[in-house]
């Protein structure tokens, strides 16, 4: 099973930035889509970005022109970059990846443990 490992959380004033990465690993396996969620206290989980492959991304519409999707093909590794932070961003991210081994076309899913981001003063 692949395994998905976040990284980059952490505590930041209002209005400052974070950059969250996400690497998958393992074996025998391509990597489709990779992307962010956040779940905040007493909130539903929700999707926050994801890319392709082929680097077509999609964003959460109140992180449109603060946040940032990349990924690295050759290293499996997603980045998530974060401007302009408000207190209402605050919440753990959890990364995914979406995946298909070589000798198969089912698709999978998997997510790391999550990163915790607080924006406050």
């Known amino acids: 099973q692949v395994q998905v490992v976040e990284s980059g959380g952490g505590l930041v004033q209002p209005g400052g930035s974070l950059r969250l990465s996400c690497a998958a690993s393992?074996?025998?396996?391509?990597?489709?889509?990779m992307g962010w969620y956040r779940q905040a206290p007493g909130q539903q989980r929700e999707m926050v970005a994801s890319?392709?492959?082929?680097?077509?991304?999609i964003y959460k519409d109140s992180v449109k022109g603060r946040f940032s999707i990349s990924r690295d093909n050759a290293k499996n590794t997603v980045y998530l970059q974060m401007s302009s932070l408000k207190p209402e961003d605050t919440a753990v991210y959890y990364c995914?990846?979406?995946?298909?081994?070589?000798?198969?076309?089912?698709?999978?899913?998997?997510w790391g443990q999550g990163t915790q981001v607080t924006v406050s003063s």
């Open positions: 995914y990846a979406s995946y298909a081994y070589y000798y198969s076309e089912f698709v999978h899913r998997s």
């Open positions: 890319i392709q492959r082929n680097d077509t991304a």
């Open positions: 393992g074996s025998g396996f391509e990597i489709n889509t």
